[in-house]
């Protein structure tokens, strides 16, 4: 009877699951936006949802661009761009550099950003960003659709106003959003931290005292 109930259990499972074809279902993703600029022309942005780290040592990162938007000859030209990190006051402004083309209007006037200068880049970051990467591009790698951008983050700037009176970067209270399956969310509770999982518990006092 339990082995009858067991292979029951086992169908029920298998049921509920629904096979689609191959697609990009990896969410949540960081929605970014990336700025660059060809000498001589206004700076643009794009905003991609196709980003990630790659390597620590050195500091790597990668963007992936379809070949036909306006921001991928400026960045194989240029060989440089800056990541900028989205927060949810940033929300509107990075759907609509990701949905509107820089061919056709200037997406910094629009939005009403403010291009700020990197020390290791020409391209500028955006000046509400929480963070600004200075990225330098190393190898670009033809895929598909898209083309894989992958570089190396030659300088870091960040928003003074997340720097506590320790000298801590609370980068996780400026509100950060991500993007999954066509949708954007503030990140929420905070669940745990790096290595929670296998760290020891501190002991706390007996409260007893030794006899003198």
Same mark, same amino acid.
């Not at 761009?81 to 061919?103: E, H, I, P, Q, W």
């Not at 056709?104 to 970051?125: N, R, W, Y």
């Not at 330098?136 to 997340?162: C, N």
């Not at 949708?183 to 706390?204: C, I, P, T």
């Given at each position: 009877?339990?082995?009858? =109930?067991? $292979?029951?259990?086992?169908?029920?499972?298998?049921?509920?699951? &629904?096979?689609?074809?191959?697609? $990009?279902?990896?969410?949540?993703?960081?929605?970014?936006?990336?700025?660059?600029?060809?000498?001589? =022309?206004?700076?643009?942005?794009? /905003?991609?949802?196709?980003?990630? /780290?790659?390597?620590?040592?050195?500091?790597?990162?990668?963007?992936?661009?379809?070949? +036909?938007?306006?921001?991928?000859?400026?960045?194989?030209?240029?060989?440089?761009?800056?990541?900028?990190?989205?927060?949810?006051?940033?929300?509107?402004?990075?759907?609509?550099?990701? &949905?509107?083309?820089?061919?056709?209007?200037?997406?910094?006037?629009?939005?009403?950003?403010?291009?700020?200068?990197?020390?290791?880049?020409?391209?500028?970051?955006? +000046?509400?960003?929480?963070?600004?990467?200075?990225?330098? &591009?190393?190898?670009?790698?033809?895929?598909?659709?898209?083309?894989?951008?992958?570089?190396? &983050?030659?300088?870091? /700037?960040?928003?003074?106003?997340?720097?506590? +009176?320790?000298?801590?970067?609370?980068?996780? =209270?400026?509100?950060?959003?991500?993007?999954?399956?066509?949708?954007?969310?503030?990140?929420?509770?905070?669940?745990?931290?790096?290595?929670?999982?296998?760290?020891?518990? +501190?002991?706390?006092?007996?409260?007893?005292?030794?006899?003198?």
């Amino acid at each position: 009877m339990k082995k009858q =109930e067991t $292979n029951k259990n086992k169908n029920s499972i298998k049921s509920s699951r &629904v096979t689609w074809k191959p697609g $990009n279902m990896l969410y949540p993703v960081p929605a970014v936006m990336v700025s660059c600029q060809r000498e001589g =022309e206004p700076p643009n942005i794009i /905003t991609v949802a196709w980003a990630g /780290t790659i390597c620590s040592s050195p500091a790597m990162l990668s963007i992936s661009i379809r070949p +036909e938007r306006h921001s991928y000859d400026i960045i194989k030209e240029t060989r440089e761009f800056a990541v900028n990190l989205v927060t949810k006051d940033l929300v509107r402004a990075a759907d609509y550099c990701g &949905v509107k083309s820089g061919r056709d209007v200037d997406k910094f006037t629009q939005m009403k950003l403010t291009p700020c200068s990197l020390e290791h880049i020409k391209a500028p970051g955006i +000046e509400e960003c929480p963070v600004n990467l200075a990225c330098r &591009v190393v190898e670009i790698k033809p895929l598909g659709s898209h083309d894989l951008f992958l570089a190396e &983050v030659v300088g870091v /700037t960040v928003d003074s106003r997340y720097m506590d +009176e320790k000298g801590k970067f609370r980068l996780n =209270e400026a509100g950060l959003i991500s993007y999954s399956h066509g949708e954007y969310f503030e990140l929420g509770k905070k669940l745990g931290s790096f290595g929670y999982s296998v760290k020891k518990a +501190e002991k706390k006092p007996s409260g007893r005292r030794k006899n003198k």
